[in-house]
């Protein structure tokens, strides 16, 4: 969605140019897509196996949805470089992962929002619980500059490797939507 562009109006009277119905048509378009942020949620339908003391960028094979503009968007594509969500368009944007570790109450568990595959923008790091079963989630808000992308990365110290759960509408889920 382009960005709006103030008009000057001015009446007939003083000088103004009567504005047309394409001008109106196009007024009207922007108003109904002013709903239709950028936005995908995807996920992955199956576990993935975390590698002892490494971050891996998650693997996300299914989208709850992925829009801009009120037609279907490119953020996400499930299956080339389907780790990342890439901004189509500029600005501000919320940006949300969650995981949940199968049972395991040894070492620690950490979830990562990673942007353009180098600089870390959001981290939560924690100790399992004693049930063994590390639930985390992480969020930032962060501007976004077209064709900038985040992945989700899972990191785990239970001394082997450990699944990330595929858990319904929870795990692994991963989202960002324009705010700004």
């Given amino acids: 969605m382009a960005r709006y562009t103030p008009q000057t109006w001015a009446d007939l009277l003083a000088g103004g140019t009567p504005t047309s119905a394409a001008r109106f ?3 009207e378009a922007n108003i109904k897509n002013a709903d239709y942020r950028a936005a995908a949620r995807v996920f992955h339908n199956a576990a993935q196996s975390i590698t002892n003391n490494t971050a891996t960028a998650l693997a996300f094979n299914s989208e709850r949805y992925d829009q801009e503009n009120n037609t279907a968007s490119t953020i996400h594509d499930t299956v080339t470089n389907n780790s990342r969500l890439t901004c189509r368009t500029a600005g501000v944007y919320e ?3 969650c995981i949940e570790f199968a049972g395991n109450s040894t070492g ?3 979830i990562s929002i990673r942007l353009n595959g180098t600089t870390v923008i959001g981290t939560d790091y924690r100790a399992v619980p004693a049930s063994g079963v590390g639930r985390i989630s992480v969020s930032s808000a962060y501007a976004l500059a ?3 992308y ?3 990365l899972a990191f785990q110290t239970s001394g082997g490797s450990l699944n990330v759960n595929s858990t319904g509408n ?4 991963f989202s960002m939507v324009l705010v700004a």
């Fill in 146 to 148: 077209v064709n900038d």
């Fill in 108 to 110: 620690d568990r950490a």
């Fill in 150 to 152: 985040v992945e989700l």
């Fill in 25 to 27: 048509n196009q007024i």
């Fill in 95 to 97: 940006i949300k992962g």
């Fill in 170 to 173: 929870y795990s692994p889920e």
